[in-house]
């Protein structure tokens, strides 16, 4: 807390435009002090940053981004900091919070994609329930540069709950297309999970919930049709 309040002295002795320009400073790797503040999951300070701004800088400040590409959503879902993540996101209008959560780095990844990576199960869902099902759905078939959705990252690193939450939210129609999607090496996201023996869990999950939707769409045109 010592040093939110140390921050908003500084910022108390300046115009609203020598604020702005200040927090959007960046360092050598293109973070901002809102970047730093939110990997290390310092919630008060973020939020006492951003309750200084108007609505116009807000956006401008949340949306910067590192050399990366990455901005202050993304450096704390990498951590898994959930808190820190729903200060940044309630802050903003919803149709804001859809740009930053649509927002990708150079590598192609959303929040979303590193939350799973890093298996952040909780930052995965807290992140997911902000958004309609067909939000949810547009940004769980955004893929990265390599083709890899967030469900691909997930059985990649063997983090069988993400996948759970993935999958979980979906109908077993939009399981079924989810799971058929392909990254630039052809692999699905089983594919992905069945080439390490530390996977090999995560893998049967994703075969599990692959039978089961077949087993229940088909189950349904079977019915339709008698």
Not at 92 to 100: P, R, W
Not at 137 to 156: K, R, S, W
Request: net charge negative; aromatic share 6%.
């Amino acid at each position: 807390w010592r040093y939110t309040e140390t921050i908003l002295g500084i910022l108390n002795c300046l115009t609203a435009e020598q604020q702005l320009q200040l927090l959007c400073a960046q360092d050598s790797d293109g973070n901002t002090a809102l970047h730093h503040a939110a990997w290390w999951g310092h919630t008060e300070t973020v939020k006492s940053v951003l309750d200084n701004l108007t609505p116009e800088q807000l956006l401008k400040f949340i949306l910067v981004r590192d050399n990366g590409g990455n901005t202050a959503l993304h450096k704390a879902t990498q951590q898994g900091h959930t808190e820190t993540m729903k200060t940044l996101l309630d802050n903003l209008t919803h149709e804001k919070q859809l740009n930053l959560l649509y927002t990708r780095n150079h590598y192609g990844n959303t929040a979303l994609h590193d939350a799973a990576r890093k298996g952040h199960t909780e930052t995965l869902r807290t992140l997911l329930d902000n958004l309609i099902p067909e939000q949810q759905l547009q940004l769980l078939f955004i893929p990265d540069i390599g083709g890899n959705t967030a469900l691909h990252y997930a059985a990649q690193q063997g983090h069988t709950g993400a996948v759970k939450s993935l999958l979980d939210i979906l109908t077993p129609e939009q399981q079924l297309k989810l799971l058929s999607v392909r990254n630039i090496k052809v692999m699905t996201a089983s594919e992905e999970a069945a080439g390490y023996h530390e996977t090999l869990d995560t893998m049967r999950t994703l075969e599990q919930y692959q039978n089961e939707a077949d087993y229940r769409v088909n189950y349904r045109k079977f019915a339709i049709f008698t």
